[in-house]
């Protein structure tokens, strides 16, 4: 059972950045991804982000991509999601989430392990 706990999320004004942080409390070896999601309120639960462990690859969504970033620290089993020039819409609820296998990693019902969720809230 991996258990992720995110942090890093805040009140930050638009055009500023913030970085969230995914720890995982076991190492996941071989062809595990982990995600990153959002939820607004009413709305439903979106992909935002998603690096491979085994290959570093990475994927973004169309709205984030050329803002955030998302990166891993092997030593500490965590991965980070740098977001920069923060916008009013990118408020929400941000997830990270752990699954084996790459495939339909943009569906959140794929995915085995989630964190508790950090608010994320960008003032205009």
């Known amino acids: 059972q991996v258990q992720l706990a995110e942090s890093g999320g805040g009140l930050v004004q638009a055009g500023g950045s913030l970085r969230l942080s995914c720890a995982a409390s076991?190492?996941?070896?071989?062809?595990?991804?982990t995600g990153w999601f959002r939820q607004a309120p009413g709305k439903e639960r979106e992909f935002v982000s998603v690096?491979?462990?085994?290959?570093?690859?990475?994927y973004y969504a169309d709205s984030v991509k050329g803002r955030f970033a998302i990166s891993k620290d092997n030593a500490k089993n965590t991965v980070y999601l740098q977001m920069n020039s923060l916008k009013p819409e990118d408020t929400a609820v941000y997830y990270c989430?752990?699954?084996?296998?790459?495939?339909?990693?943009?569906?959140?019902?794929?995915?085995?392990?989630w964190g508790q969720g950090t608010q994320v809230t960008v003032s205009s």
């Open positions: 690096l491979r462990w085994d290959t570093g690859s990475t």
């Open positions: 076991e190492r996941t070896f071989g062809n595990y991804v």
């Open positions: 989430a752990v699954k084996y296998g790459s495939s339909n990693y943009k569906v959140a019902s794929d995915y085995d392990y």
